[in-house]
């Protein structure tokens, strides 16, 4: 992975891999810390470029989870995010080349963002691109500490209580009868993309990435063509169970925008 970025505050460790978080003896955490250091069976033996349906990562995907153009970094199928198919990245047990046409997140974020003031003074800072970014793109990841539900539903309720800003983020996946939860925080231990902000109208998407081990990647792509000096910006309820509310604990929304619900989606842990 290539990352160059950095915080802008010492306080806060840049980090370029999810990493787990501190140990509480619990069950759910050694189920955690199994699954993050595990490794997926499933590999492919193709030999330099990657196609469906020779290359057994595409097979699991469901068909090409990438577009590849002559010189340019591969981008996101703009039917992947309709059908919300598995994406499978090849791996470090494939035999593919690293040009593959199969592997993006793992290659890093997209040069030229960075972390700036927003106009808008409620927002605090935000991630911003200074080049012009192509509608599928991969622009960085969600990266932080791994946590369990009861490590999530704790800090959740310490940042509540103390006035402290939330960056835990719930991802909820379904696996035939399964639910899947998986938690992630980079309040501490983050990189770039904790410094990106809700919109009600966002110009990329966050979605589940995996390779090389189970526990997924929190992608987040371009959903249309973004102009250099914007911001990047995505909306926080991805799932399904969100809630808009009025409650006057409630955070109120800054973006501006014509769809704009005038409060943040948040998910009940």
Request: with cysteine; charged share 25%; glycine share 6%.
């Amino acid at each position: 992975m290539n990352d160059d970025y950095v915080h802008f505050n010492n306080n806060i460790f840049y980090i370029e891999e999810n990493i787990p978080g501190p140990d509480d003896n619990s069950l759910e955490f050694k189920f955690l810390l199994n699954n993050y250091n595990s490794q997926l069976e499933s590999y492919c033996r193709c030999e330099n470029v990657c196609s469906y349906p020779k290359c057994e990562c595409l097979k699991r995907s469901g068909g090409n989870n990438y577009v590849v153009e002559h010189g340019e970094l591969p981008k996101l199928k703009i039917d992947s995010k309709e059908k919300q198919n598995l994406i499978l990245e090849c791996n470090k047990q494939c035999t593919c080349s690293y040009q593959c046409g199969n592997r993006l997140v793992q290659l890093g974020p997209l040069k030229g963002l960075m972390i700036k003031k927003c106009d808008i003074v409620q927002k605090g800072f935000g991630l911003f691109t200074n080049v012009f970014v192509r509608n599928g793109s991969f622009i960085c990841e969600y990266i932080g500490e791994l946590l369990t539900k009861d490590q999530a539903f704790k800090r959740y309720h310490h940042n509540k209580t103390n006035k402290e800003m939330n960056y835990i983020f719930r991802l909820i996946e379904h696996c035939g009868t399964e639910v899947i939860e998986t938690f992630y925080d980079p309040s501490k231990f983050g990189n770039i993309g904790r410094y990106i902000n809700h919109s009600c109208e966002p110009n990329s998407q966050i979605l589940p990435v995996r390779y090389d081990m189970p526990i997924p990647k929190l992608a987040i792509f371009a959903c249309e063509d973004i102009k250099s000096g914007s911001e990047i910006t995505y909306n926080y309820s991805l799932n399904s169970n969100t809630k808009y509310s009025e409650l006057i604990d409630r955070k109120q929304c800054f973006c501006k925008t014509l769809s704009c619900k005038g409060y943040m989606p948040y998910d009940e842990i």
